[in-house]
């Protein structure tokens, strides 16, 4: 922050470990989603700030962080489990402010991510490469594990610190540098974390933020010559466009996107698990997950069943402010969510889709707020039944058999994740290893952590976060090769 008055607070850049204005002190106001009103003022980076960020995260890394060993590096990541530890209710309270989640989710999320500097802080000495027998006599054959560079990393505004965190711990491990750019929805709690960097004694530049509403702010970094790998989180959409970008420098790029993710319910399936699964899968954080569980497919014997239990959960679900404790579902992050979200469901009505329950902003809070909604009747070429809505939206389709169901879940472009409900261990395992999806939950939903691998199939992305590989998302291998005798006698013409 580099000054408050009795309105607004406002922040600065954080680059070379200061905050500072942008260069043309340009402001822009970040909005809460709950009341509608300007909380706090973010900077507008402009190219200027972003090659700035990008020097000071080269600086570090040919300087002072290129010069520490894993152990060193592991020290510091430490440090920042620590000061996170500390400020995980400060955070949390950002992150509601910043997308109208709600604090009880924020909070688990800003409690966990000390979980994730501890875990890949454990990597930062272990990144070995191999000594590699050699095929030809009188040679020494070994590789090493090189950190990739400078990387600019780009969040979607759903969970910025956390998907931030998922990008950042293992760079640092790896021993990279970082330029992130938070969306421009959710500017604040990125910057609040810089503070929390720069508490943890890292050597300046080793990480940056730049902010803005500009659409070129994205564009400017991952085309940067400077930047040596992208890693993004956002709609696959973007992402396809971030693809293409990076290939004009060949930098290196990691992709997590969209999803559509299918929950599956078996007749044998524990039903009460099942619903509350659902539930937690598509309405926690108003869907508003990458992972939203958002196509219920279920056996034609409990169809009905179940979603009967399903609007009976859905209508005693309490929207409201998202900062009170008994609050579980929030507003909408921002009105052109709320708007994409209605015309998914106008559209879907006129496909012949039959609301079960919602399809409307909440009567009684308005503004953000959207009802949790349930459709039956969904056919699985409707447009809901392909398209991620990121709301608060479950489409209901019926199947008859197993062939059937895994054809259903696999019939999307996407392949993020999926949900098993069953009692037939024999079929959960069947049933997980056919599905195209990065991740699949058994009876369970919505679980991730530091040393669980996570990413998408199909249009969902490319890459994997989280688990020890991470860390190698990361490194660039190199290949030594040591001739060991005085004199070599080969043939210069003719490949060793
Ligand atoms: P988005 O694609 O609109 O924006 C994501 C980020 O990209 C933002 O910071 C945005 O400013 C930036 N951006 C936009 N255009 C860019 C460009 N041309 N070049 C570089 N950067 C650019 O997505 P969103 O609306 O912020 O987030 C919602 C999407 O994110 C959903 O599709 C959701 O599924 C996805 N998401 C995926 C995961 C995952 O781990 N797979 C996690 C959370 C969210």
Not at 144 to 165: C, Q, Y
Not at 248 to 255: G, P, W
Request: net charge negative; hydrophobic share 45%; aromatic share 8%.
């Amino acid at each position: 922050m580099i000054s408050s008055s009795d309105e607004l607070t406002t922040y600065g850049l954080a680059i070379g470990g200061e905050q500072r204005p942008a260069t043309g002190g340009a402001t822009y106001e970040a909005l809460n989603p709950f009341t509608g009103q300007a909380w706090a003022r973010a900077p507008e980076a402009g190219r200027e700030d972003v090659d700035r960020a990008v020097g000071a995260a080269r600086g570090a890394l040919d300087g002072p962080w290129g010069a520490m060993t894993g152990a060193d590096r592991a020290a510091c990541m430490r440090r920042l489990a620590i000061v996170l530890a500390e400020e995980a209710e400060h955070l949390a309270a950002v992150e509601t402010r910043g997308n109208g989640k709600l604090l009880r989710e924020t909070l688990g999320q800003a409690k966990a991510l000390a979980d994730y500097y501890n875990y890949f802080a454990g990597m930062a000495d272990k990144l070995e490469g191999a000594s590699i027998p050699s095929h030809k006599p009188g040679y020494f054959l070994y590789t090493r594990r090189e950190p990739v560079g400078v990387v600019g990393a780009i969040m979607a505004w759903n969970s910025p610190l956390m998907l931030l965190t998922w990008k950042l711990a293992p760079a640092l491990a790896a021993g990279c540098t970082v330029v992130a750019k938070p969306s421009p929805y959710t500017p604040i709690s990125t910057l609040e974390f810089a503070r929390c960097v720069e508490r943890a004694g890292f050597p300046p530049g080793v990480f940056n933020v730049v902010t803005g509403v500009a659409p070129e702010l994205g564009q400017w970094l991952v085309s940067h010559p400077g930047v040596d790998k992208v890693t993004f989180t956002g709609s696959t959409q973007t992402g396809i466009a971030v693809g293409k970008a990076a290939m004009d420098n060949m930098t290196r790029v990691a992709l997590e996107l969209g999803g559509k993710s299918a929950q599956l319910v078996f007749p044998d399936a524990d039903l009460d698990a099942a619903a509350t699964g659902i539930v937690a899968g598509v309405f926690a954080a108003t869907g508003q997950t990458c992972v939203a569980g958002s196509r219920l497919l279920v056996h034609r014997d409990v169809h009905d069943e179940v979603v009967d239990r399903l609007v009976t959960m859905a209508t005693a679900i309490k929207l409201g402010d998202p900062m009170a404790p008994d609050s579980e579902m929030g507003p909408l992050a921002n009105a052109a969510q709320l708007e994409k979200v209605s015309g998914l469901m106008d559209r879907a009505r006129a496909e012949g889709a039959t609301v079960a329950h919602g399809a409307c902003v909440s009567a009684s809070l308005g503004g953000l707020f959207y009802e949790p909604t349930i459709l039956t009747d969904v056919g699985p070429d409707m447009e809901i039944a392909r398209e991620e809505v990121f709301g608060p939206v479950l489409s209901v389709l019926a199947f008859d058999t197993e062939d059937d169901a895994v054809a259903l879940a696999n019939r999307s472009e996407f392949g993020l994740a999926a949900g098993v409900w069953t009692e037939s261990v024999r079929r959960a395992h069947r049933v997980a290893h056919r599905l195209q999806a990065g991740s699949v939950w058994v009876n369970t939903y919505r679980m991730v952590a530091p040393n669980a691998p996570f990413g998408g199939f199909k249009m969902s992305g490319i890459g994997r976060e989280n688990g020890h590989e991470a860390v190698y998302e990361f490194t660039e291998t190199k290949t030594v090769w040591v001739a060991l005798d005085d004199a070599q006698a080969r043939d210069p013409f003719a490949l060793g």
